[in-house]
């Protein structure tokens, strides 16, 4: 009796270290599989980190998902500088895409620079007929002066306008901001001596005391680009809303700015309505059908060291520099505010 107790004991002993031996194989395979589906999720969770494409993230917005056909939604939002900005990166994007049928050009933006808003003009218009785009717009909360300018890059074709109820349009005019600080200078005996090849050669110069000769034949000058740039930005209305009448036109660009109820009602805008109206309009223009096209929108890459370093409050720094530079140099703009050089920039 005592012999078969003991034998059992020894093959219970036995068995425990192979037992643990199988349960510690499983256990493996069950962290490995743990691991490779957290990596997998991290993968996808940071997909922005590892983008090829260095300017822009291409995002599903919309409609269906796994279509091969895709309305582009360009988003102009914050004051337009020009340039290489996000605005260009994402035309230049749509312009590599080959699948891409329509665009929706997203306008949130008072405006910006003479230069800025008709080079983002022009980069549309061309793109667009290069690949016989079509383009619909959707205002969000303002699309006034340099805005509205680019909103004209719709090609003139109906029902392409659409303002949010709340939109603020118009704007529509040019100004060239300037500001006289010479008499506050005098107060602490600081003048300003700069030497100068012509007498013009310091117009707009916040600094210089002029006599009213000079101050006269400044502004003259001054005048007479404005009413240029002017004349374009009306020849741009007349091809971006080519059923308004003369009487109108010059009704409209007074520089004020207006509700959406008031832009349809002078034909500044063709609808009200929201952005998956834009899309539906888009998907109409292009010949597709919903069920066969997928929406996209673009944003910034922001790389994992961005986030850990303060990128974003670094380049915050860099526009506030970059707004100081553009206080102290004379431009023209496009623009709906008081104080355009203050405008937080998004190109």
Known sequence: MSDNVTTESSNAAL????????????LAWIITGISVVVAVVALGANAEYFQTNPKVIEQYHSLSE????????????????????FARHQLDQVKADEAVRAIVLRVDSPGGTVSGSDELYYRLNKLAAER??????SMGSIAASGGYYVAMANGGQDDTIFAEPSTITGSIGVIVPHFDFSQLLKRFDVTDDSITSGPLKEMLSVTKDRSPELAKKERGVVQNLVDEMFIRFKDIVRKGRPKLDEKTIED????????????ITFGLIDKI??????????????????????VIQYKKPQGLFDEILGGASQARSYNSLEM???????R???????WPVITTSYP
């Open 273 to 294: 309505g929201f952005l998956e109206d834009a899309i539906a309009r888009a998907v109409v223009l292009a010949d597709l059908q919903e069920d066969s096209v997928r």
């Open 132 to 137: 016989n785009l079509p383009v619909v717009v």
């Open 66 to 85: 796994l279509a091969s056909n895709k309305i582009a939604i360009i988003e102009i939002r914050g004051a337009i500088m020009g340039g290489d900005g």
């Open 252 to 263: 409209v660009t007074t520089g004020q700015v207006f509700t959406a109820n008031q832009a």
């Open 324 to 330: 100081l530079v553009e206080w102290t140099t004379p």
């Open 15 to 26: 068995a425990q270290p192979r037992s643990w031996d199988r349960w510690r194989g499983r």
């Open 332 to 338: 023209a703009w496009y623009l709906c505010s008081w």
